[in-house]
């Protein structure tokens, strides 16, 4: 896909909280609404402040529950209608979860599961539908080098990683030549909240290095990004290594 026109539309961060989300935002703020969605968006003082210095000519917060996918869909048109339409949605939620506990506790696998993929599915696809109508718009997923092939360290998250890499991937396709861009974001070890008290894997990224490359790859109009961009070559090693010796890597 060749470079697309400055995108001037709102900025919808779902996820408001998120260090990467709000990156991102700070980094697509100037000149634009941004509009920051997340549970208890009462308590946002901080993180709208963050956005609304970095340029926003306005920012507003809105109460999103991504566990509550009956709500998604009202939610999104409400917001599309308001702000005469998205430009850019940044899909900024999920949870890392407990391993350990989810292989004994099938609520709380299910629980990951429904976070970071069905509520992901859900979101995706009220925003493919009102996009499409739109006849433009951009769309940010975050994937993982979890999903990429599912380790045993942490296959509860990393199976869900992978649902959402698939389904974005078929996603993407799908809004081919509809004017909607989809970016999908395969991204390694990222050192902030989610990882705290964990040993960075190799080739780890902080949050502002991550939103410096999607930024730049929505620029590009691309489809896909990995980041840090030397973990493409790591993916296509990673399928090739022999499940015995694959069942043995650390998270």
């Not at 402040?49 to 009956?70: K, L, M, S």
């Amino acid at each position: 896909m060749g470079k697309q026109q400055a995108n001037q539309g709102p900025v919808l961060v779902l996820g408001g909280r998120s260090e990467i989300g709000l990156e991102v935002a700070r980094r697509l703020a100037p000149d634009r609404v941004v509009i920051l969605a997340a549970r208890r968006s009462d308590a946002l003082a901080a993180e709208v402040e963050q956005v609304r210095a970095a340029g926003a000519t306005a920012v507003h917060t809105v109460e999103f529950d991504a566990d509550d996918t009956a709500t998604h869909a009202t939610l999104l048109e409400k917001i599309a209608a308001e702000h005469g339409g998205i430009g850019t949605a940044v899909l900024a939620f999920g949870v890392l979860g407990d391993q350990a506990r989810a292989e004994h506790d099938p609520d709380h696998a299910v629980a990951v599961v429904h976070t970071d993929y069905v509520a992901q599915v859900s979101v995706l696809t009220t925003l493919a539908n009102l996009l499409r109508v739109q006849g433009s718009g951009q769309i940010v997923v975050f994937s993982s080098i979890a999903g990429v092939r599912v380790r045993r360290a942490n296959y509860v998250y990393g199976s869900a990683k992978a649902g959402l890499d698939g389904f974005a991937s078929g996603l993407g396709d799908a809004l081919h030549g509809t004017g909607v861009q989809l970016l999908l974001v395969r991204s390694g070890f990222v050192i902030g909240r989610m990882t705290e008290g964990m040993d960075p894997a190799p080739m780890a990224s902080t949050p502002d290095q991550v939103a410096d490359a999607v930024v730049r790859a929505l620029a590009k109009g691309a489809t896909r990004v990995a980041i840090p961009g030397r973990l493409a070559v790591a993916f296509f090693v990673m399928r090739l290594l022999p499940q015995s010796i694959w069942r043995r890597m650390p998270r």
